[in-house]
């Protein structure tokens, strides 16, 4: 499996590795907005609709046949903790997005960077187990590094972290990765998640600090 290290990616956005007001912490802590949701592997299903050329699902084994890598990602939580070094297997996001056929041109935008041509994704809403939600502008979703992992630090993902199946996100605060993620869905217009609807960043910068809008 292909193993890469993306934890200098702090240089593209800020000069410390651990973005201003986190402090470092060596264990992970759950935050969930509810209980962790029962899965059952048999009845799941990971679909990606909205505005792509070919709508997709797929099973719990299909999904876990998709081309896998294991990368080694900081993850910064927006109450304050960061935790350096966690490693987590998954697929990339563009992998998804390439196969649902979602086409990019980041030239291709106003200066609200929104699409300057209708009908064409420009943002994202990921969906959960639990019911929650997460929404991103398409182009920070369209990196390597935002992952749909099943594994960290090479176990299986414990369910309290959002097992079977999560998103990871270390280009952003953590709660734009859904725990027990079962879709995502490709947008023409911004659509405000749970914690976005509640007063958080739409972007969620660790580096600019983005914590609320
Ligand atoms: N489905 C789902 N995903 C979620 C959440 C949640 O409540 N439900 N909480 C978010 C928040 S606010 C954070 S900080 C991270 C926490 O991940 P952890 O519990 O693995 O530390 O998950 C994010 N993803
Ligand atoms: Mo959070």
Known sequence: MRETDVTDLYQEFGEERLPPGQHETSTFPVLSMGETPSWDPDSWEFTVTGAVEEELS????EFRELAAETQTQDFHCVTGWSKLDCA???????????????IDDPNDRDSTGNRT???R??????????????DL?????????VLFAWAYDGDKLPPGHGGPLRVVTPHKYAYKGAKW???IEFLTEAEPGYWEKRG????ANPWREERYS
């Open 121 to 134: 994704a420009t943002h994202v809403v990921f969906s959960a187990l639990d019911g929650y939600t997460t």
């Open 88 to 102: 987590f297997t998954g697929v990339p996001f563009p992998e998804l997005a390439s196969r649902a056929g979602v």
């Open 200 to 203: 958080y960043s739409r972007t």
């Open 181 to 183: 993620v079962d879709g």
């Open 117 to 119: 041509e209708s009908g």
């Open 58 to 61: 797929f099973t719990w084994e």
């Open 137 to 145: 502008p398409l182009e920070d979703c369209l990196r390597e590094e």
